[in-house]
């Protein structure tokens, strides 16, 4: 009786592992959310830009020309800084200008479309 009681837990265990296998191959993938850069590898965005910038100059920027500053990483590019952004706000860039600063950081300035107002990313940011 032992031997069959045995046998029919081993049984209901296989059973189990076998059907969460499936439960795991009909899982959805996940949305995309890294970058990738040009030897076609992927990043995190979250380690391509590393925070926003809040400055006298960077509120002008935002209000009259729609742009934001971010910190990003050193070995990042144009094309990074941008799908990053994209991904992360949810928003078109129109253009990325960077600046290598004397104090060893890099500064991205993001221009936005003018249906997304740069405005609104800081607020939602906590900049603002």
């Given amino acids: 009786m032992a031997r069959n009681l045995a046998k029919r837990i081993v049984e209901k265990k296989k059973k189990q592992d076998s059907s969460k296998k499936r439960a795991a191959k009909n899982v959805p993938k996940k949305t ?19 925070f926003p910038l809040s400055t006298e100059k ?7 020309e729609n742009k934001l500053v971010f910190i990003v990483n050193k070995k990042s590019n144009k094309n990074e800084v941008k799908a990053a ?26 221009k936005f479309s003018p249906e997304t107002p740069a405005i609104d990313i800081a607020t939602n940011l906590g900049l603002i």
């Fill in 32 to 50: 995309k959310s890294k970058v990738k850069n040009v030897k076609g590898t992927e990043i995190d965005p979250y380690k391509i830009i590393k």
């Fill in 58 to 64: 960077g509120v002008r920027l935002m209000e009259g």
């Fill in 85 to 110: 952004v994209e991904l992360l706000f949810k928003a078109k860039v129109l253009k990325i200008n960077i600046l290598n600063s004397s104090k060893g950081l890099k500064k991205a300035y993001v």
